[in-house]
């Protein structure tokens, strides 16, 4: 199990931009990491992934051309460079890496993710 610890979380209207970083002890290596949003009332959905070997990233429908999902593995970081936000991108944002784990577990174009970050807060207003 790998510590994630999420930030960059905050406050910002309609049409703005966000960061959010995700940094993991970096002690293993795994097949995927990724960001999932879950809003009030809501489930925990899948955002955005990157395969750790080949750099290759998936995206939601409803992010697709705003938000950017990228690593650097030397910084042990995961990144999520939101645009054009929209208040509907309203949620707490959990990084998350692939792994063996128990209830939690949410598969994302067809990868489990297991272990995941504390959140952090986005939130847009009109």
């Known amino acids: 199990q790998v510590p994630l610890v999420e930030s960059g979380g905050g406050s910002v209207q309609a049409g703005g931009s966000l960061r959010l970083s995700c940094v993991t002890s970096g002690g293993r290596y795994t097949y995927a990491m990724g960001w999932f949003r879950q809003a009030p009332g809501k489930e925990r959905e899948g955002v955005a992934r990157i395969l750790t070997n080949s750099g290759n990233t998936y995206y939601a429908d409803s992010v697709k051309g705003r938000f950017t999902i990228s690593q650097d593995n030397a910084k042990n970081t995961l990144y999520l460079q939101m645009n054009s936000l929209k208040p509907e991108d309203t949620a707490v944002y959990y990084c998350?890496?692939?792994?063996?784990?128990?209830?939690?577990?949410?598969?994302?174009?067809?990868?489990?993710?297991?272990?995941w970050g504390q959140g952090t807060q986005v939130t847009v207003s009109s």
């Open positions: 998350a890496t692939t792994g063996r784990g128990g209830s939690g577990t949410i598969r994302f174009f067809g990868v489990d993710f297991a272990y």
